[in-house]
């Protein structure tokens, strides 16, 4: 007899994302660090909660090994400190709000299906909303400090002076790029309500001086010229192809002789279906965005390719990042 197991799992396995992101925006990790470790009944009083609702929840996160319990008392475990804590150096609590925003959306993806359009705005998340659009700003700041730490130290910055960031949102791998390079300037390139708070962003970490922010639309403004490196950083699968294309071609257009372009994304092989991840996203971008979706890797080296790049390069980054690293050429 065929296992059913894994489909009844399936099925279920938003009840695991909704426990994780309802306990976050709760606060519970914060409060239970602060604690050491407590009782249903203090954690509930010190969040002005409801204790058995509290309760509840607290045991389905031991469920999930988010939560250590003995004697009824609930303490952090060493990943939950690590990683859902505002306090920590990896706090992650910040990076998974988008996720929990975009949940809603998926329990529509008939919509989406039966149109072929996303069943939210995308200017909600990008400008409109203003509530909405500074969630997802820092939420892709909270990623960025993360997946950054491995992605800026490998690319090539010596010698360079100048990166144009394309979409840059948060400017934080614009920030990262600068810290590895003191002669390097970067221009952060996005939306106005984006780049508002790209600014305060940028000034709190004092790197104002080299790291400028440029409000604009990338679909319709021209690049500026004589850039070293022009970056796509998480920003191309909400593209379509003839999008890319004319991006790239832009992309081209305002390098120096010997200019590198990077980009990185989730990418699939040939079939559009590996990675599970990759394919996944796909459908997430489909459910926010006129054009989203996921793009493989050859296509995009077909891309370049036709953008008059060379030196195509591509490898995946290291485990738990789901993203590729590309790069191309200008040739003189």
Known sequence: MIDPSRIVNMASAFYDSCVLFTASDLGFFKKIS????????TIANDLNLNERGTRLLLDACVALD???????????????????????????????????????LWGRLKEMVKSGRPVEKPEV?????????????MSMHYRALGIGQTVVPQLDLSG????FDVGGGPGTYSVLMAKANPELNCTVFDLPEVSKIATELI??????????????????????ENNDIV???????????ESIKCLLKKTYDSLNAGGIVYIMDMMT??????????????????????????????ELKDWLKEAKFTDFKIKPL??????????ARKSG
């Open 66 to 104: 988010l939560l250590n319990k003995e004697n009824n008392e609930y303490k952090n475990t060493p990943e939950s400190n690590a990683f859902l804590v505002p306090s920590s150096p990896a706090d992650l609590s910040g990076a998974i709000r988008y996720n929990r925003d975009v949940y809603p």
């Open 269 to 298: 092989d040939k079939t559009h279906t590996k990675p599970k991840f990759s394919a996944l996203f796909g459908v997430n971008m489909a459910l926010t965005a006129e054009s989203g979706w996921v793009f493989s890797d050859e």
């Open 160 to 163: 360079k002076k100048r990166v």
């Open 231 to 241: 970056t796509f950083l998480g920003v191309l699968h909400q593209e379509s192809p």
């Open 203 to 224: 000034a709190n970490q004092g790197m104002s001086e080299r790291v400028k922010v440029v409000a604009g639309d990338y679909h319709t403004d021209s690049f500026p």
């Open 318 to 327: 290291p485990p738990p990042m789901p993203h590729w690293l590309a790069s």
């Open 34 to 41: 602060e604690l050491g470790k407590a009782d249903a009944k």
């Open 125 to 137: 998340h990008l400008g409109s909303d203003e509530e909405r659009t500074r969630t997802f700003v």
